[in-house]
C-alpha cells in the first residue's frame, strides 16, 4: 500500500536513509508535519550500510507500527517493502537519493519535500502488486555452482 492514510490512528515510524541527498530537510518537513497535524511525532530509525531498512521496518511492525514511512532510494524502498509484505502496515513513500524509479512509477516523485511528506501522510492508500524473485548460478554444464 502507498500512502499513510490513518497516520493519526496508530504509531508511524520514519525509516530514512541519511546518506540519501536531502535526508536533513525531508526529517525536519516530517517532523514538523506531524506537529502542524496534531500527529505524535514519529518513531525515527535510520539505515546504515549494514542495515539497509529490512531490519528497521520489520522492528517497527514488531513494535506495532500503523504505517511506516521510508525516505531513501529504491533500495531502501525495496527493503522496507520486502518487510512490510502481507503485514497489512501501510507504506509511504518520501523519494529522496538518485533515482527512485518506484516513486516514479507511481507519479510520487517531487523536488518539493512538503508536497512529498503531504502526500505520504494524508494521500488515500492503494493496493500495489509485490513481485518475488531469485535466480540460481550455474556453471557450464547447467549445474548449481
Given at each position: ?116 511528506v503531504d502526500r505520504a501522510l494524508f494521500a488515500p492508500a492503494r493496493s500495489v502488486d509485490i513481485g518475488w524473485a531469485s535466480w540460481r548460478v550455474l556453471d557450464e554444464r547447467?549445474?548449481?555452482?
Open positions: 500500500m502507498v500512502g499513510v492514510s490513518d497516520a493519526a490512528s496508530g504509531t508511524l515510524w520514519a525509516v530514512m536513509n541519511p546518506a540519501a541527498r536531502g535526508y536533513a530537510v525531508m526529517r525536519r518537513v516530517l517532523e514538523t508535519a506531524c506537529r502542524d497535524a496534531g500527529l505524535p511525532a514519529p518513531v525515527i530509525a535510520t539505515t546504515t550500510p549494514e542495515a539497509d531498512g529490512y531490519p528497521q521496518v520489520h522492528e517497527a511492525v514488531a513494535q506495532g507500527a500503523r504505517a511506516v514511512v521510508v525516505a531513501g532510494g529504491d533500495g531502501t524502498l525495496r527493503e522496507a517493502a520486502r518487510a512490510l509484505a502481507g503485514t497489512g502496515v501501510e507504506l509511504g513513500i518520501l523519494p529522496i537519493g538518485t533515482a527512485n524509479l518506484f516513486a516514479y512509477n507511481l507519479r510520487l516523485r517531487t523536488r518539493k519535500p512538503l508536497l512529498a547447467g549445474e548449481l555452482f
